[in-house]
């Protein structure tokens, strides 16, 4: 199965239900890597404190 960036971060608990068909094209243009990195730092804000939940908007951290 080729690999599926959107599917990657979706099944990770990203929410990308909110970003707009452009920015769906870039993600779904990223990396394996990229991707990685994405869900790990997804991962250790949350960990870190949950109250940062609040700045991750869409799956997309800002």
Not at 27 to 35: D, F, M
């Amino acid at each position: 199965m080729p690999f599926d960036a959107v599917r990657e971060l979706t099944e990770a608990g990203l929410d990308l239900q909110v970003i707009s068909e452009e920015q769906r094209t870039i993600v779904a243009g990223l990396s394996p890597e990229e991707v990685a990195m994405l869900i790990s730092i997804h991962e250790q804000l949350l960990e870190t404190d949950p109250e940062v939940e609040a700045h991750i908007i869409g799956g997309l951290l800002f």
